[in-house]
């Protein structure tokens, strides 16, 4: 045999030695990779600095310290957050050797949340929050009352301007925290008042009777929001513009070990699941060990008090987890001393012995109340049979997505124009309104990672259709099968045969509410692909204007109006683009799909709990709750005659 050689050694210069290692201090850490402690340096970025600095208080309310939040946005961009919990200790830290104030504004994983002594239980990044908000910001500044004196800090990006100083007296006890976000780090700075005013609204509700207030200076608005009966008061208001199947929430609590379980759930007449889980008052989007515990126990104890009660025939087959879940809304609230969230954003719960003990919990507390509440409990069980008798047609209709329609036969929908790229990572899919748009989007592609699926017409409203319906209609089940991943608890991510799903209609009313169709089937049927990142809206021009000035692509009216403003011409052709068919290939290319000029919004769910009461209200049946939120958020009406 040949002797097998070894490598020569590269004949140049590129060594890499231990001084090749970088290491980066944690404020130099966080400010080169901010979007591993924060997520992103978008607005949602932005945001999650205010949630971070308003945890440290909501630790402090699930200790029993703190009653009282306030969290303002300052006209300058300024963001003040003010407790009266038992403030931030200012003496002396043995590691550290400087104050523990500045020991936890300026080092990464420093904080009280790790002995269990001063915190059982607490959210924000397990003591990274602080120090991550103070490296991000520009400017900030903490104002601690403890020991009847208002003890002070200044930082500027994360590095403390000198030390800590007593600057007055203080009569009660708290932390102040005002900071200004580094626009180094997230350009613009501009916050959405509801936004951050519903996630502390879920927050009031996680933490019954501690009173939050959000305020915005510059655009004079304030909310404050107090919850004495906690998550059945959160539950009540999702279920608000819904017909209920019994008046009053479940409510279900206890300790098992040292964690608290709190689960509250009613049932409606929708064909939707709305249940919410969170950890120690994180929103877990994407669930965890504690949904799967309160799932698992609601399929079994249902199930066994109908057979019990003769509710359900010996030879009828048991209720399945969907049978029992549609039309339910429900919270899950866990709080716990150790979480262990998957990922740094904490979108889902690991922690194994969860499971047993929210099972354990939902399995005593509903199997009581169903026992005390006979009437109650038989329009619940009655509700589940009849989304039982409705499963076998809806099994079918998805056997024939899973069997016919070429899941596994490798057989894909005849009207998809499929790219020839083989690696899912580089495919991105359109769904695309209309035939005629459809024939120029595959004109115009590019065949080898972007494929096209033309839609004909409006999708079926799957907010007020049942499953079987849902699955009957022909362009859901084609939009599936394109996709390869299923949906409901069949949803299979790993079988996503693209990275991007782009939304592409036309840019007039119509165009909009397919838009809010096929964004209603995604959110309550596919809602991993939103919160892991693969939904995408394309944004088509709305005018096309030429002059001596060149050829423009517009995309609004106020850039309608600001270019004719700063036009030089008189002679002006101006083409309003009403449909995505009325442009050429090359047009719809160059402006809509080429990812080199394109510009495609990201569909994301920052607030999954008001993402779904404005489908349900857009989308349900209800119609007062719907025309008084258009009446509410139209500012004007774009006709199309």
Same mark, same amino acid.
């Given at each position: 045999m ?11 210069n590129?060594k ?56 303002t946005?300052?006209?300058d ?63 900030c ?16 990006q994360g ?22 976000a ?39 608005l ?91 025939? *010996?030879?009828? $087959? ?7 879940? =549609? /039309?339910?809304? +429900?919270i899950? #609230?866990? &709080? ?18 969860i ?54 036969t ?10 020839? *790229?083989?690696? $899912? ?7 695309? =309104? /209309?035939?005629? +748009?459809?024939? #120029?989007? &595959? ?15 409006k ?11 849902m ?23 790993t079988?996503?045969?693209?990275n ?27 809602? *991993? ?17 030429? #002059? ?28 309003r ?31 999954a ?29 774009n006709?199309?005659?």
């Open positions: 040949p002797k097998k050689t070894r490598p020569e050694e590269p004949q140049n590129n890499y030695t231990a001084e090749d290692i970088q290491v980066l201090g944690g404020r130099e850490a966080v400010r080169r990779r901010p979007s591993m402690y924060i997520g992103s340096t978008d607005q949602r970025g932005l945001h999650h600095l205010v949630y971070e600095v308003a945890y440290n208080s909501i630790d402090e309310a699930m200790a029993g310290c703190c009653d009282r939040i306030t969290v946005i300052k006209e961009n300024y963001v003040t957050v003010v407790d009266n919990g038992r403030g931030i200790p200012v003496d002396i830290h043995p590691s550290t050797n400087v104050s523990a104030l500045e020991t936890v504004m300026t080092v990464l994983h420093a904080g009280a949340k790790f002995g269990g002594k001063t915190y059982v239980v607490s959210g924000g990044l397990h003591g990274v929050g602080a120090s991550v908000v103070n490296a991000l910001s520009s400017h500044r903490v104002d601690v009352r403890l020991n009847g004196k208002i003890y002070y800090q200044e930082y500027r590095i403390p301007q000198g030390e800590l100083e007593v600057i007055g007296e203080a009569d009660d006890t708290g932390t102040t925290t005002t900071f200004l580094d626009t180094e780090i997230f350009g613009n700075i501009s916050y959405d008042f509801d936004i951050l005013s519903e996630h502390l609204r879920e927050m009031a509700y996680l933490n019954k009777a501690v009173e939050i207030t959000i305020k915005d200076e510059g655009k004079d304030e909310r404050t929001f107090y919850f004495e009966g906690g998550i059945t008061g959160f539950v009540r208001h999702l279920n608000r513009n819904r017909v209920v199947r019994h008046p009053v929430p479940i409510y279900i609590s206890k300790m098992v070990n040292s964690t608290t379980v709190e689960v509250a759930l009613q049932y409606n007449d929708g064909f939707s699941e709305s249940a919410f889980s969170f950890a120690n008052c994180v929103n877990t989007i994407d669930g965890g060990t504690h949904i799967t515990g309160f799932r698992s126990a609601l399929t079994r104890v249902l199930n066994d008090y109908a057979h019990k009660n003769k509710l359900l025939k *010996e030879d009828e $087959p048991n209720l399945t987890g969907e049978d029992v879940r =549609e /039309g339910l809304t +429900a899950i #609230s866990v &709080k716990l001393s150790e979480p262990q969230f998957e990922g740094q954003t904490k979108s889902k719960l690991g922690n194994i012995e499971k047993s003990q929210v099972e354990s919990a939902v399995n005593e507390g509903l199997t009581l109340y169903l026992e005390e509440h006979p009437d109650e409990a038989k329009k619940i069980i009655e509700k589940c049979v009849i989304s039982s008798k409705a499963r076998e047609a809806a099994r079918k209709a998805r056997d024939l997505i899973i069997r016919k329609s070429g899941l596994e490798g057989t894909l929908p005849g009207t998809l124009a499929d790219c020839s *790229e083989k690696d $899912p990572e580089q495919c991105e899919l359109f769904l695309v =309104e /209309g035939p005629s +748009a459809g024939g #120029s989007a &595959k004109q115009g592609r590019n065949r080898r990672f972007q494929a096209i699926l033309p839609l004909r017409g999708i079926l409203n799957v907010e007020k259709a049942p499953p079987d319906k699955l009957a209609n022909n362009e859901i089940r084609t939009i599936v099968t394109a996709l390869g991943t299923s949906i409901d608890d069949e949803f299979d991510p079988r996503l045969r693209y991007r799903i782009i939304l592409m209609t036309d840019a007039d009313v119509d165009g909009s509410h397919i838009r809010t169709l096929l964004l209603t089937f995604f959110f309550r049927h596919m809602m *991993e692909l939103i919160s892991q990142r693969h939904l995408y809206i394309a944004q088509p021009p709305l005018y096309r204007i030429k #002059s001596s000035d060149g050829l423009k692509w517009v995309y609004s009216e106020q850039e309608k109006e600001e270019v004719l403003q700063n036009s030089t011409s008189r002679k002006t052709e101006i083409q683009y009403k449909g995505l068919g009325e442009m050429t290939a090359e047009q719809l290319w160059e402006t809509t799909m080429d990812p080199n000029t394109r510009t495609i919004l990201e569909v994301n769910i920052e607030d709990t008001r993402a779904d009461e404005v489908f349900q209200m857009l989308m349900g049946g209800e119609v007062p709750p719907r025309k008084a939120f258009i009446q509410a958020h139209a500012k004007t009406a006709l199309d005659i």
